[in-house]
Each structure stands twice: as structure tokens, then as C-alpha cells.
């Protein structure tokens, strides 16, 4: 009975295991990454739906909060941002970020243990750590390292580049001018 939520591109909900919902997507160019924190996922009929406790979160893109990625204590629109949506950003501690890279922006995502990256919107050129070799990612394309690593990273479409990143340490993201 709940009432329509349409969230756009950027946009970050969470599911409580076991609760009645549907999802549903307007248009033709959509895309949704789905991430299950905890297996098994399994699907019942409403009539065997379940209280865990947990409660949905629903942010809109609107209401994300965007700090700088070079100083958190500070916002700023010129540089790369970063949205935190859950989990703690230290070390041990799995966390979910929206990282958003202006239009030209070229430097590195630097991690120092596990790091999985999908491209939410706009396009990336990424030269992975020792690699030397250049690919192109657009939306739906996932970067992933193990351990410490480097990403040259350069946002080259005509807009900002979005990406999702989970990762079991905070990351750092340093701009072109200090990675020279």
C-alpha cells in the first residue's frame, strides 16, 4: 500500500530482508545496482513477509550530502565529493560512498584493502595500478582491487562521473596536480 517513490540517478535505498516492496522503472535508460549485504536472498510471497526491526532508507539524490574528498570538514562543488551512505569510513570497517568526479577531473583513488567501484553515471578513464593499459568505463562497470592499489582515473565524459564505491578502508582521492 505504500505510495510511489520515484528516485533518480545518484538516488540510495536500502531494503530491510524479509519486508513486502516493489521496484519498479520508468523509461528506457535505467540502472540499478543491487547489493545484498547478507545472504541468503530470498524471495516470498507477502503472505510471508517478516519484522526484523531494520527500516528502509530512502535518499534522493536532492538530499545527499556532498563533502569535499580532498578535506571532509569542508564543501566544496570544484573538486571530487564524496556522499557517505552507510557503514563507518575507517580502517576494518565495510562502508558504502558516492564519489562524484567533475568533468575533466583527472587523479587517483588510492585504497589500502578491498575496493569495488561501479560507474553510476558518465564515463571514466582508469589505468590500473602497474597495469599501464587505459580502458574506458561507462555506466554499469565495475572496478575492483585487493589489497593497497592505485587507480589513475581521469572523468572524460562531458558531465560529472558517479561512482559507488564499497570498500573495507576509507580511500583517498587525490587530484592530478598531487599525483605528478
Do not use: C
Amino acid at each position: 500500500d505504500a505510495a510511489e517513490m520515484w528516485m533518480p540517478a545518484g538516488s540510495f535505498w536500502t531494503q530491510p530482508a524479509g519486508e513486502v516492496h516493489i521496484t519498479a522503472a520508468k523509461g528506457e535508460d535505467n540502472m540499478a545496482f543491487i547489493e545484498i549485504d547478507h545472504g541468503p536472498y530470498l524471495v516470498w510471497p507477502p503472505e510471508r513477509a517478516s519484522d526484523n526491526g531494520e527500516r528502509p532508507v530512502n535518499a534522493h539524490a536532492n538530499n545527499l550530502v556532498w563533502l569535499n574528498a580532498d578535506d571532509t570538514s569542508w564543501i566544496s562543488a570544484d573538486g571530487p565529493q564524496l556522499a557517505f551512505l552507510w557503514g563507518k569510513p575507517e580502517a576494518g570497517k565495510a562502508g558504502g560512498t558516492l564519489l562524484k568526479l567533475p568533468a575533466g577531473f583527472a587523479g587517483e583513488i588510492r585504497s589500502t584493502s578491498s575496493m569495488k567501484a561501479v560507474v553510476i553515471g558518465g564515463e571514466l578513464e582508469v589505468t590500473a595500478d602497474g597495469n599501464g593499459q587505459s580502458k574506458t568505463l561507462q555506466q554499469g562497470s565495475l572496478i575492483r582491487s585487493e589489497g593497497s592499489a592505485t587507480q589513475r582515473i581521469q572523468s572524460s565524459g562531458e558531465g560529472d562521473s558517479l561512482l559507488y564505491l564499497r570498500t573495507d578502508a576509507p580511500v583517498n582521492i587525490a587530484s592530478g596536480q598531487e599525483t605528478q
